[in-house]
């Protein structure tokens, strides 16, 4: 029996649960209430909590049959993909997955800022609440008012000193981009590859969970995409679902090709900031943040130069239409510095 350990508000959580139902793994699923008091690190201040216990820092981990935690939703994919092979979440043509895994990785890696903006700004003061009651049940409002303020402070903290100067309206028109094309997307089918699902919906249904959950972006959602609200609901149990492949040729269609332009857009213009402040010697060991997501992007770069010729050629000019092939090769040098994705 795995036992998952989520966060109330944690899109990578709200994944790993509907992988773990989709592979009919059997699971136990809990938010440690160890009595996160909003600062410092997840589980701090609480020596004999769950989550220091697992000692990564981040949810979700989830314990192993053999007592071990392992944390880091992507790799956790693939691992438990090879676990159970029928219901894997890699398709079987190399080029294809790496399309799955490109959107995934876009999800996991920038799909969050939108979201995560207008929680810390506009809607503080709900979402401050709504976590700290997750973190610790009960609680009346004098006892929650203190853990709200603290964590709201802390969360804010994350979203750096420029944050005065972002367009709100510019940042809700970017999201509501991406709800259209993947609202198109629904309109032609609930999978991206065939009729079953892959690595790239589970990461865009863990980001979309916190979407539909938030007020603002949600009445957004509400309003503009009933299908993406529709399918986050439908994504997260997936138990039932009995599904075939796609060739790879008819996987092509030209409403991927719009989602993977329009992440690309974003995903793409945050990258060169972060390229140019890190150091890519030491980006062994993270499992978040912007060392995180350059390790990522330096081992999808592995993986397009490790396809076949021909796989390649298959994908490319999807690719290079939503302007990504180039950025997808690897610079002089930088191979050495990319390392594969494991479960920490
Ligand atoms: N790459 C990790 C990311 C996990 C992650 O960043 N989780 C967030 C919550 S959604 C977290 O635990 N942050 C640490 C914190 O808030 O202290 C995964 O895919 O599982």
């Excluded at 399309?99 to 969050?112: R, Y």
């Excluded at 367009?167 to 997307?185: C, G, I, P, R, S």
């Excluded at 991206?192 to 892959?198: A, E, Y």
Aim: proline share 6%; hydrophobic share 45%; charged share 20%.
């Amino acid at each position: 029996m795995y036992q998952i350990y989520g966060g109330p508000a944690s899109p990578y959580s709200m994944k790993i649960r509907a992988v773990f139902r989709y592979l009919r793994l059997p699971h136990t699923w809990l938010v440690p209430m160890d009595g996160f008091t909003g600062e410092g690190g997840l589980g701090e201040g609480a020596p004999d909590s769950t989550l220091v216990a697992a000692g990564k820092g981040v949810v979700p981990v989830v314990r192993f049959a053999d007592g071990a935690y392992h944390a880091d939703s992507t790799p956790m994919m693939v691992h438990l993909s090879e676990v159970v092979p029928a219901r894997s979440l890699i398709h079987p043509h190399a080029g294809i997955a790496f399309l799955s895994h490109f959107i995934e990785d876009m999800a996991d890696e920038f799909l969050p800022r939108y979201f995560f903006l207008f929680r810390w700004t506009t809607d503080a003061d709900w979402c401050g609440r709504r976590q700290m009651i997750g973190w610790n049940g009960a609680l009346s409002d004098s006892e929650l008012e203190p853990l709200a303020r603290a964590f709201s402070e802390r969360q804010q903290a994350m979203l750096g000193p420029n944050v005065a100067s972002i367009q709100l309206d510019q940042v809700q028109q970017a999201y509501e981009e991406v709800l259209t094309v993947l609202d198109n997307q629904l309109q032609r089918s609930l999978f991206l590859f065939g009729s079953r699902p892959s690595l790239a919906e589970f990461g865009l249904h863990g980001q979309m969970t916190q979407y539909a959950g938030d007020p603002l972006v949600g009445s957004v959602m509400k309003d503009k995409a009933v299908r993406v609200f529709q399918w986050q609901q439908f994504m997260d149990d997936l138990s039932g679902i009995e599904g075939e492949w796609a060739s790879p040729e008819d996987c092509l269609t030209e409403e991927l090709s719009n989602v993977i332009a329009c992440l690309a857009k974003g995903y793409l213009s945050s990258i060169p900031p972060m390229d140019q402040a890190i150091d890519k010697s030491d980006l062994a060991g993270a499992l978040n943040g912007p060392h995180y997501t350059l390790r990522c992007l330096l081992a999808l770069k592995a993986e397009l130069a490790g396809l076949t010729e021909e796989d390649r050629e298959l994908i490319r000019p999807m690719l290079a239409a939503s302007g990504a092939w180039d950025a997808l090769q690897f610079a002089p040098g930088e191979e050495a510095y990319a390392v594969p994705i494991e479960m920490a």
